[in-house]
Structures are given as structure tokens and as C-alpha cells.
């Protein structure tokens, strides 16, 4: 593994509830992991013992529970339901408070959040529309300091942050095909997928990305800087592989790739539909381990795809070894 590969925890409010993930995010910190990332949904992608918790109230709880570890979103949605203005003065207000400890992802967002809080569900490509002119929009509510702005979608007026970001907030973008991935490479400071086809990762997407930053860099004269391919992936880990097997069923709705697009936004719905994905799938797809030589090579195999930061979406029954076990062995291990 090298030396700048990040392995990061993703903190899944679909399935535990806020007051046991603050517990978790300050074990993490207290451990060394250095990136908590939490998801922002209104609904789950499965209704049996599910959890529904706001990820805005939770990251304010978990910067301010902490010392050191940054703390963003995987994804926010500021399509619908968030209005690109409130998105930036929430995330402008979290930097002002906790300096370079704050990052924010962003998407074209799913049904399960979008309808079920009473909008129409967009075409693809007017959710990329849509995403796209958001960016631009919170980046000039974030630089600038009077902003008048009329796009196909949203507009502000007399608009100002009258409380602004301490520091540079890094701003990364979800990306299942090239065209969001040339918009992360374009826009952002790093694309984040949710991906697990090492093929189409290396010759699909990474591609993409970079030609994009590339020429980013070139038209704004910028230097070129690191830019980072996020993945995020579900995990579990037990010695018993039943166990972890167990906790991480949770997620099959999730892995049927139509629910980003369709407008199925139902938990009940997608959780019966999940019940299909059997489990050697899961094993195959997810990061599902029972010892640290398994979890080694699954990371190795994402970090030799080019990827630069794998976030584990922490399913495992008792979460606290999953992070021992990252801090304690693999990612040590890893290094030598």
C-alpha cells in the first residue's frame, strides 16, 4: 500500500442510529482514522431495522465531539429538497467553526430522498443539469460577497454569506460513468463512486476524471494538483463470516443499480426487491472479511485500479474491530 493511500470510514445513518454513530466517530478519532464520512439521506435503502437520522445536526455533534478527524458528506444532494444556497451556508457555517476539518460531496441524488419529500423525480440528465449549476452556485455564495445568479434552475438575489468558511472547503462529486467524472474532474477536488469493477474504474472513469482535471488546470492556469478517487464500499467484518454476512445483508437494496435511476423510492419496496442478491454476491461486491489477509487484498486490488482513498461503510456487528482491526494490523501491514 502506499504511503498516501487513505483508508477512511463512512458512518451510515440508514442503519445505525445518530447517538451510536457519535460514539463511533469519536472511537475513530481516538484510533487515528482520519476522514469520517457520513451519508444524507431522508429515507434508507432498507425498511427491516432501519434508521433515519439527519446528517447536518450529526456532523455539527461529531466535529465538535472531536479533535482531529475531518467530517463530510457521501453524498448531499443539492438538487431538491436542498436548495444549493442552504447547502452552502450550512457547509460554510461547519468551516467556520472546525477549520480544514469539513469536506462535502455532492450528487444528482435518489428518489428515496427526492420524492419522498414531495418533489417530481427529474430525468437523468436534468438531475446532472441540475447538479452541475449547484456547484457553480455554491461556489460563488462561498468566494464571492454579493451574488446575483439566474440559472435554468435556481436563482438567488441580493445573496450574501455573512458567515463564511475559515479555510477552502474540498468539494468532491459522485461519479458512476464518465460524464460525472470529467464534472468531478472539471469542478471538484475529487470524484467519489460507489463503483467496484476494477476495469471499469481504471479505464472508464479514471480516464475521464483526469482529462478533465487536466484541462481544468490548463484554462484556469493553475498548477496541477493531486486529485483524489474516492470509493466507497459497504463493509463487515467478524471472525465468524456468518456474522458478518448477517450485518451486511442490510445493504443488498442498495446494490440494484436501477434505484439511483428509477423512481422506486420506497424502503419497502427496495428491500424486497433486494431480497434477490444472495449472498456470494455480497461477497464478491462488498467488503465483507474474517481476517486481516482478506481485507489486504481486497484494498490492494481497488488501490492497484487507481484509487487513492477507499471508505468502508462500517456494517460490521461490532464496529469497534473493524476499526482495530484497520488500525491495528492492515493498514500497518499494508505499509511495510
Avoid at 429515507?43 to 482531529?68: Q, R
Wanted: aromatic letters at 10%; hydrophobic letters at 40%.
Amino acid at each position: 500500500m502506499k504511503k498516501d493511500l487513505k483508508i477512511s470510514i463512512q458512518a451510515a445513518h440508514e442503519q445505525f442510529s445518530p447517538k451510536e454513530l457519535l460514539d463511533d466517530v469519536v472511537y475513530m478519532d481516538k484510533k487515528g482514522i482520519t476522514r469520517c464520512w457520513t451519508s444524507d439521506h431522508y429515507m434508507p435503502w432498507w425498511h427491516s431495522g432501519a434508521s433515519g437520522g439527519a446528517a447536518w445536526p450529526w456532523m455539527g455533534a461529531a466535529l465538535a465531539k472531536t479533535t482531529n478527524i475531518t467530517v463530510g458528506t457521501g453524498v448531499t444532494a443539492p438538487i431538491l429538497r436542498y436548495h444549493p444556497a442552504i447547502v452552502a451556508q450550512t457547509f460554510a457555517t461547519l468551516a467556520n467553526m472546525f477549520p480544514n476539518r469539513v469536506i462535502l460531496g455532492l450528487g444528482r441524488g435518489e428518489a428515496l430522498n427526492e420524492v419522498t419529500t414531495g418533489n417530481n423525480w427529474p430525468s437523468n440528465s436534468e438531475r446532472f443539469l441540475r447538479l452541475k449549476e449547484s456547484i457553480k452556485l455554491i461556489k460563488k455564495l462561498w468566494t464571492g460577497d454579493w451574488v446575483n445568479f439566474k440559472g435554468d434552475y435556481y436563482w438567488v438575489k441580493d445573496s450574501r454569506l455573512y458567515t463564511r468558511p475559515d479555510c477552502v472547503i474540498p468539494l468532491y462529486i459522485a461519479a458512476s460513468g464518465p460524464q460525472s467524472a470529467r464534472l468531478a474532474g472539471e469542478e471538484g477536488d475529487g470524484f467519489i463512486t460507489l463503483e467496484t469493477n476494477y476495469t471499469k474504474i481504471k479505464d472508464v472513469l479514471i480516464p475521464a476524471f483526469e482529462e478533465a482535471s487536466k484541462m481544468g488546470n490548463e484554462v484556469h492556469e493553475i498548477k496541477e494538483k493531486r486529485k483524489e478517487k474516492v470509493l466507497f464500499i459497504p463493509a463487515s467484518y467478524d471472525e465468524d463470516e456468518e456474522k458478518a454476512l448477517s450485518s451486511i445483508r442490510f445493504w443488498r437494496g442498495s446494490m440494484i443499480k436501477a434505484f439511483y435511476e428509477t423512481e422506486i423510492h420506497d424502503p419497502r419496496k427496495i428491500e424486497e426487491n433486494g431480497l434477490v442478491i444472495e449472498d456470494d454476491s455480497l461477497k464478491k461486491n462488498m467488503f465483507l472479511i474474517t481476517n486481516e489477509e482478506e481485507g489486504i487484498k481486497k484494498l490492494s486490488n481497488f488501490e492497484n485500479a487507481g484509487i487513492t482513498e477507499i471508505v468502508l461503510t462500517n456494517s460490521s456487528p461490532n464496529k469497534k474491530k473493524l476499526i482495530d482491526l484497520l488500525v491495528e494490523k492492515m493498514i500497518p501491514a499494508m505499509r511495510q
